[in-house]
């Protein structure tokens, strides 16, 4: 069993940038392809970025070139750097963790970009 528990995010103005974290518990986090999706209201939850346990990444074509996935297998963590956010980046955002038949997913954290 693992818990993905997200972190980071919050309110911010177009143009500005923020970090989400994902922190998993149990073992063989390394072992694990982990990946972020989000959903806005009223729309279903989509990719948004993917890490496999070689370092391996994919991005949406809506976020390509603004952000980055990135993963800290000592720290059991993974990472999501946003730039240049957009309002229409708006959503909750979920930590994902798959390996073989299982998937888990956290809690999300509420991401708004406004001014």
């Known amino acids: 069993q693992v818990q993905l528990v997200e972190s980071g995010g919050g309110l911010v103005q177009p143009g500005g940038s923020l970090r989400l974290s994902c922190a998993a518990s149990?073992?063989?986090?390394?072992?694990?392809?982990m990946g972020w999706y989000r959903q806005a209201p009223g729309k279903q939850r989509d990719l948004v970025a993917t890490?496999?346990?070689?370092?391996?990444?994919n991005y949406a074509d809506s976020v390509k070139g603004r952000f980055t996935i990135s993963r800290d297998n000592a720290k059991n963590t993974i990472y999501l750097q946003m730039n240049s956010l957009k309002p229409e980046d708006t959503a909750v955002y979920y930590c994902k963790g798959s390996y073989f038949i299982w998937n888990y997913w956290g809690q999300g954290t509420q991401v708004t970009v406004s001014s």
């Open positions: 890490i496999t346990s070689d370092g391996t990444t």
């Open positions: 149990g073992s063989r986090f390394s072992s694990y392809a």
